[in-house]
C-alpha cells in the first residue's frame, strides 16, 4: 500500500475532527482513518448531555476563567494548568465553528445556544442538542470528513504499531472482513481509539468497543501510560445494565433519593446538592448503599433518580432517550416513577502521556480523545468537558501531525511483520487439551476490576485485585478461539480487545496501589486525605521487560494554587 502522510486510528470525535482538520492545513496530505466499527457508531455518539462553553448565553456573567477555575478544582488539582487554558478558550469558538458546520444545537427563546447545568461548573454552561449531543456532533463531521475527501477503512482493527527505534513506520491492522493483516505505513499515526471502561464488564456505561486498544498498542511500543488510576464513576448508571442516565437529568432538576424518602446528597454536598462533582455523588450513592439506605433487589441495591415533579413536557422534550432507555431497560416511565440507578464506570481519565500539542514520546505518533491523556480532567473530569476534550485535541492533533508530516520518512513495513502479527493472534486458534475460555475470563476480570478496583479502594483489596489480573493473563495464555473463519471472526477480535484490557488493567491496579493518597476519582479507605506532599503529581505507566513500571512527572500551575476542595 502507498504510504500515508497520516493514519488515524479511531472514527469518533477526536479522529473525526482530526481528520477534517489536517485535510484543512494542508489538502495535498494522503489521510486515512481507520476504525473497528462504522465511524457513526463510535461511543461519542452515546453522549447524551452536552459540550462546555462559557458562552455566557444562559449566564451572562459567566466567562472563560470561570470555566478554567471549575476544571482545575473539578480535577482536584490534578489537572495541567496550561492545558486547562487551551481547553476552555478553545470552547465557545469551537462549538460556533460546528454550528456552522451545521449542528444542531438547541436554543433559547431569543434563538441563542442552550445552555444547562452540569455537575461540579459554577454557571450552566453545558451547550446540548436535546439528550443526543455526541451523536449530532458525529454526524456533521462524518458529513465534513465525506466532504474533504478522507479515505475510510471502516472495520479494522489495529493491531499494533511496527516500529523502529525511536520511530513509528506506521500500523499493522487486520482487515476484519477478510481476517487478512495489511500494513499501514506512514509518517505520522495518530491514536483516537477512545476510553478503557469498559473494562468494568458489565459496571460500565460504555459501548462494548470500549477496551483501551490505543493505549495498549502504545504500551506495548514503549510510551507511557499517564494517570491510569483515574477511572471515573458515573452516579447515575441503569441498575441492570450499567447503561448511563446522563447528567443532565439531574441539571434539568433531578433528585437522588434513598430508600427512606431522604435527597441524601444535602450530608455529602449542601450547597450543590445533585450537581456536585461526580467522584463525590458516586461515593455519596455508594456510601448510603453500603449502610443500608439503598433499595434491594434481585439486581442489586439501587437509589432512585427521581424526575416525576418535571412533568412530561420538559422529560419529553428535553430527555426523551433517557425516558425510552429506562422504560426498555428498568421498565418504568420517568414521567410517572423513579429510575432505579447506581454508579456505573464511565469514563477513563487516564491515557496516554502526550504535550499539549498531543505528540507522545514516540516520533510521529500522536494522541487525542480519551485514550490520551493530556492531562485536562487531572484525577477526576467534570461533565461536558470530555466532548469538549475531544474536539480541541483532537483539532489540535490533526493540525500537529498535518505540519509535522514532512519532517518524517515512512518506514517499510515487511511481509515478516506482518506473518508474525498473523500467527500470534491466530494462536488461539489452535489451542488443545485444558484451554480457558472468553466469555469466562472477560466476566471475572470485570468482577474483579469492581470489587476490588472500583469505587472505594484499599491496600488489601488492590493486592488482592493485583494478584487476580496475574492469574488472569497467565490463563489467557490458554484461552481458545472457537471459530475458525476468516471472515468477520467475532470471537477473535473478542479476544484481541481482552487481552488489551488484561495489559491495561495491570497499569490501572498498578497506580492505585501505588498512590497512597485520595483525590478525585481515587479514594483509598487507609489513605483518606489528600496528600499533595507526596502525592500531588502525574503517575507514568510503561511497559519494561513485560513488567509494568511506575514512574512520575511534575503536574503543571499557573494561576491557580493548591485548595481544599468543598462543594
Ligand atoms: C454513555 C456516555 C455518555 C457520555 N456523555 C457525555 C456528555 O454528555 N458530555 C461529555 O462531554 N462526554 C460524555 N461522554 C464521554 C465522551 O462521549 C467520550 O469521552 C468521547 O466521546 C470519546 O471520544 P473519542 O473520539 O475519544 O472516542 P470514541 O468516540 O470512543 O471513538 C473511538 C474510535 O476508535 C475506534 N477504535 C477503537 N479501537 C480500535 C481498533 N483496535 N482498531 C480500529 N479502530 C478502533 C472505534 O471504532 C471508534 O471509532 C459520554 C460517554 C458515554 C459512554
Request: with cysteine; charged share 25%; proline share 4%.
Amino acid at each position: 500500500m502507498k504510504p500515508f502522510d497520516i493514519v488515524i486510528v479511531g472514527g469518533g470525535g477526536a479522529g473525526l475532527y482530526a481528520a477534517m482538520e489536517a485535510m484543512k492545513t494542508n489538502p495535498a496530505l494522503n489521510i486515512a482513518v481507520l476504525s473497528k466499527v462504522y465511524p457513526n457508531r463510535s461511543h461519542t455518539s452515546a453522549a447524551q448531555g452536552g459540550a462546555n462553553a462559557a458562552l455566557g448565553n444562559k449566564a451572562k456573567d459567566d466567562t472563560v476563567e470561570m470555566h478554567i477555575f471549575d476544571t482545575i478544582k473539578g480535577s482536584d488539582y490534578l489537572a495541567d494548568q496550561d492545558a486547562v487554558d487551551v481547553l476552555c478558550s478553545e470552547a465557545p469558538k469551537i462549538i460556533r465553528e460546528l454550528e456552522n458546520m451545521g449542528t444542531p444545537w438547541s436554543r433559547m427563546e431569543d434563538n441563542t445556544i442552550a445552555q444547562r447545568p452540569f455537575g461540579g461548573a459554577g454557571r450552566p454552561r453545558c451547550c446540548y442538542c436535546s439528550d443526543k449531543t455526541g451523536h449530532t456532533i458525529l454526524q456533521t463531521l462524518y458529513e465534513q470528513c465525506l466532504k474533504k475527501g478522507v479515505i475510510f477503512f471502516n472495520e479494522y482493527f489495529a493491531l499494533n504499531l511496527s516500529v523502529s527505534g525511536s520511530r513509528s513506520k506506521g500500523l499493522i491492522a487486520m482487515n476484519m472482513k477478510s481476517g487478512k493483516v495489511e500494513a499501514f505505513p506512514a509518517k505520522t499515526v495518530i491514536l483516537a481509539t477512545g476510553g478503557y471502561a469498559k473494562m468494568y464488564w458489565n459496571r460500565s456505561s460504555n459501548a462494548a468497543g470500549n477496551t483501551g486498544d490505543g493505549q495498549a498498542i502504545a504500551y506495548r511500543a514503549g510510551i507511557p501510560m499517564k494517570d491510569m488510576e483515574f477511572v471515573q464513576f458515573h452516579p447515575t448508571g441503569l441498575r441492570k445494565s450499567g447503561l448511563l442516565v446522563t447528567e443532565g437529568a439531574r441539571g434539568e432538576g433531578g433528585y437522588l433519593v434513598n430508600k427512606d424518602g431522604e435527597r441524601f446528597m444535602a450530608r455529602y454536598a449542601k450547597e450543590k446538592m445533585e450537581l456536585g462533582p461526580r467522584d463525590l455523588v458516586s461515593r455519596s450513592i455508594e456510601t448510603e448503599i453500603l449502610q443500608g439506605r439503598g433499595f434491594d433487589s434481585p439486581a442489586g441495591t439501587y437509589v432512585h433518580l427521581d424526575l416525576t415533579h418535571l412533568g412530561a413536557d420538559l422529560i419529553k422534550s428535553r430527555l426523551p432517550q433517557i425516558r425510552e432507555m429506562a422504560m426498555n431497560f428498568e421498565g418504568v416511565d420517568p414521567i410517572e416513577e423513579p429510575i432505579p440507578v447506581k454508579p456505573t464506570a464511565h469514563y477513563s481519565m487516564g491515557g496516554i502521556d502526550t504535550d499539549n500539542q498531543t505528540r507522545t514520546v514516540m516520533e510521529g505518533v500522536y494522541a487525542a480523545g480519551e485514550c490520551a491523556c493530556v492531562s485536562v480532567h487531572g484525577a477526576n473530569r467534570l461533565g461536558g468537558n470530555s466532548l469538549l476534550d475531544i474536539l480541541v485535541f483532537g483539532r489540535i492533533a490533526g493540525r500537529t501531525a498535518a505540519e509535522e508530516a514532512g519532517k518524517f520518512t515512512p518506514g517499510r513495513i515487511t511481509e515478516a511483520e506482518l506473518a508474525e502479527q498473523f500467527d500470534e493472534i491466530r494462536g488461539g486458534m489452535q489451542a488443545s487439551g485444558r484451554y480457558e475460555r472468553y466469555g469466562e475470563l472477560r466476566e471475572e476480570l470485570g468482577h474483579t476490576l469492581a470489587l476490588n478496583v472500583g469505587i472505594f479502594r484499599e491496600s488489601s483489596l488492590l493486592q488482592k485485585g493485583i494478584a487476580d489480573l496475574a492469574e488472569l493473563k497467565d490463563r489467557f495464555k490458554k484461552v481458545r478461539i472457537s471459530d475458525s473463519s476468516d471472515v468477520f471472526n467475532t470471537n477473535l477480535m473478542q479476544v484481541l480487545e481482552l487481552k488489551n484490557m488484561l495489559d491495561l488493567a495491570e497499569t490501572v491496579a498498578a497506580g492505585a496501589y501505588a498512590r497512597q493518597e485520595s483525590r478525585g476519582s481515587h479514594t483509598r479507605i487507609d489513605f483518606p486525605v489528600r496528600d499533595d506532599v507526596n502525592w500531588h503529581k502525574h503517575t507514568l505507566a510503561t511497559l519494561v521487560k513485560g513488567n509494568v513500571t511506575l514512574g512520575e512527572k511534575p503536574v503543571t500551575m499557573g494561576r491557580y494554587e493548591l485548595q481544599e476542595r468543598t462543594y
